[in-house]
């Protein structure tokens, strides 16, 4: 670094202010969501923010909308060091790092509040070291909020019979395949960015996502039922490629994680904002919301208790502990 800052000072000043080109550590960031949508907004604010306090060292660039690839395919990347960070939904991690999948089971968390209050501590932070020390070359920082999942399909499904036999579309995770064929559906992995045809070709019947997805992925033109399952609740960890990591100096490391953690906090707030604004603008656009009994609600739980039971087995102590968080 010392060597940069010593060829930086005999540079003309033009190049030095077009800034990336002398950074040390020049950071892709790669987001499957659009711009404007509340986490890539909070992590275009981390970058900034880490490109000033790093007076320039460090280089940010994000690539919103998915350009880079699926998420899946950003994560070989990421591993790879290719792109150097990204978020990424936690069911995407599971078979990468399958201790995760405790947060990936259906009806895990009690509600919205309960994950908040879950990733918001101890466990939280154990889950991101899971990942990190793990043989996966990835660190991970901070998570952000990726909100409640529910049901979104052509037809309506007013209760769990109506989901017999529909192709619904899961993120390419087997907790989450089998998940829906519990509940009598047939889940069908594929990518964010395969969705919006599938559904309007009739290759699926639904999916499932939270509202702010639903809208702002277009799925809500095909699939105008919305039924309020509640079965998962994903947070969604950053990541940066080890690779990248061990390349900082210790400040650099300290600066990089506590602007991840403040962006959890500010997507927290955009996330609130953007999920009633999205519920909102859908129900303009013609989305039925179909609420469930306490009793209709409680079938899905129950269909899912093998998956619970198979994939938390050797978790039983953890997910002791996440019942107990209040
Ligand atoms: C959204 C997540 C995104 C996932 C997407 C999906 O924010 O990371 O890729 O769901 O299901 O809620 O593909």
Redesign the pocket.
Known sequence: MDFTRKLTAALPLALLLSGTALADVKIKFAE??PSGYP?VVAEQEMGNKLVKDSNGDISFKMFAGGVLGS?KEVVEQVQANAIQMT???L??VGPVVPDVNVFNLPFVFRDHAHMRKVIDGEIGQEMLDKITHSEFNLVALAWMD??T?NLYTKKPVRDIADLKGMKIRV?GNPVFIDTINAMGGNGIAM??GEIFSALQTGVIDGAE??PP?LLEHNHYQSAKYYTLTEHLI?P?PVVMSKATWNTLSPEQKTLVKKLAVEAQAEERVLWDKKSAESETKLKAAGVEFITLTPAQKKAFYDATADVRSKYGAPYTDLIKRIEAVQ
């Open positions: 499957v969501h986490t998420e978020r990424v939904s069911g995407i990726g909100g999942r993120q990518a964010t996502n939270n997805t994903l969604e």
